[in-house]
């Protein structure tokens, strides 16, 4: 089938949406659940600060070129790619760039939405007070039973597939702008609730200081780039996400302010929760390093305490769970993108078809908790789930973001590039093209080289 150029009939309502719902698809799980118990595994403040200056250098400039990219080609990431290569007579073989990106959405929806389900069921579990007074080690019974429960794992998950499912077939606008309006500002409100609680139980110093207290003692290379990794994690770059969103910007939507502003409200929203859970940790004498399980095992403990937690903690897990929604909506929209422009299905029926695919495939994370616990990747010693998050987080989206970068940095002509982000100034221009086409790329490159040596020689 020959590629056509194809034009989107629907666009963002206005640029304050945009911003919600491009938010709405780096904020989430990774804020929420992974960055708190990864930065708790990763020995807190150095880990943090590492994370930060991956954003700024790197998850900054590649999240303006996935958002340029979209609203320069005006298609799916594989066609959009494919539209301006053929414009400004490149090789049309950088469109595997958004093959990958659609591979990587797809494999990380596949497990992504398996902890979502964990939320969903947690939502029941807090409104019906189950948690009210519960201690520690209840919480972490009770967290431990769900797992080891194939088939409520199983329910929970299929739940939120079927719910991203039927937003996925009313469209982006449709369905994407009625999760966004609210969602978001809800969930910062509930984390500033939950930061009040973590001071009243008085272990919000000691967050403090291990979030923001740097000991690079505890800093190893694989730290660095899981760092590195959940940068493009957390920010949706590297699976064509941001760059299909950015197919539906309005023209008149600056790039670099709306970069910024995404940007800051992920990196707030991450510390937010991180020191909102860590309040807790420290606290109730909790574990930091506790694993996927953190936020599972210390917010409950957190609201079973507080007057009128059962409602508030429902609250919040609801909260967590839009988020979730929100992002997962984004994930698989480059692939429901890409069939749509070349077949004849509605947008529903390819939204059923790739959703049930993708439920097949999470169906082994679902087992690596309970039943396929035991059986290991031979080389790696990883699950099937861990298979999955690292391949997608060590690998696919970095390496996705440094060829993003050098399409940026070395493929557009530069002339459209500096329009697009309305540099002006010579100096601007000039520093632009030295970080994304340079910086960025080889920082990333450097990383990833250190971190393949190492886990090989760990497993020789």
């Known amino acids: 089938m020959s590629e056509q150029v194809t034009e989107r009939s629907d666009m963002w309502s206005n640029s304050y949406i945009f911003v919600l719902a491009a938010a709405g698809s780096a904020v989430g799980l990774g804020n929420i659940w992974k960055f708190p118990y990864i930065a708790g595994e990763n020995g807190g403040g150095a880990f943090v600060l590492v994370y930060l200056i991956c954003i700024a250098v790197i998850g900054i400039p590649v999240m303006a070129s996935e958002i340029m990219l979209g609203k320069l080609g005006r ?79 199983l329910l929970w998950f299929s739940i939120f597939m079927v719910i991203t499912i039927f937003f996925v077939a009313r469209g982006v606008t449709r369905g994407l702008e009625l999760c966004v309006r609210y969602s978001m500002p809800a969930v910062f409100v509930l984390l500033l609730i939950l930061i009040g609680y973590g001071i009243h139980a008085g272990g919000f110093i000691e967050s403090m ?91 409950p403990i957190a609201f079973g305490n507080l007057p009128g937690g059962a409602l508030f903690g429902g609250l919040f897990f609801l909260l967590v769970a839009l988020a979730a929604l929100t992002s997962a909506i984004s994930i698989s929209e480059p692939v429901i993108a890409y069939v749509s422009e070349r077949s004849r299905l509605t947008r529903a029926q390819i939204a059923v ?72 100034r010579e100096k601007a221009q000039q520093s632009w093209s030295y970080i994304v086409g340079y910086v960025t790329p080889i920082a990333v490159f450097a990383v990833f080289i250190i971190e393949a040596i190492r886990e090989i020689q760990a497993h020789l």
């Open 353 to 424: 078809i790739i959703g049930v695919v993708c439920w097949v495939l999470g169906v082994g994370s679902v087992l690596s908790f309970n039943v396929w616990s035991d059986v290991k990747l031979a080389f790696f010693e990883w699950t099937f789930f861990d298979s999955l998050d690292k391949l997608t987080q060590l690998v696919l989206l970095p390496l996705g973001g440094m060829l993003i970068a050098l399409i940026v940095g070395h493929v557009l002509p530069k002339a459209v590039v500096y329009e697009e982000l309305g540099l002006i």
């Open 209 to 299: 200081a291990f979030l923001f207290t740097p000991d690079f003692s505890s800093l190893s290379p694989q730290a660095i780039l899981i760092a590195l990794g959940h940068a493009f994690f957390t920010l949706s770059l590297g699976m064509g996400a941001i760059m299909a969103y950015g197919a539906y910007v309005p023209q008149d939507v600056s790039v670099g302010t709306t970069t910024f502003t995404i940007a800051i409200l992920d990196t707030v929203l991450a510390l937010l929760a991180g020191l909102a859970i860590f309040a807790i940790v420290f606290a109730y004498g909790l574990v930091p390093g506790a694993g996927p399980g953190l936020l599972f095992e210390t917010v």
């Open 75 to 153: 298609a799916s990431p594989i066609q959009a790619l494919l539209n301006l290569t053929r414009k400004h007579n490149r090789s049309t073989n950088w469109s595997i760039v958004g093959y990958m990106g659609v591979v990587t959405g797809f494999l990380i929806l596949s497990f992504y939405a398996v902890i979502a389900g964990w939320v969903c069921y947690y939502i029941v579990r807090l409104f019906s007070g189950e948690f009210t007074g519960a201690d520690a080690n209840a919480v972490g019974e009770a967290f431990g039973a769900f797992l080891a429960d194939p088939m409520q794992v």
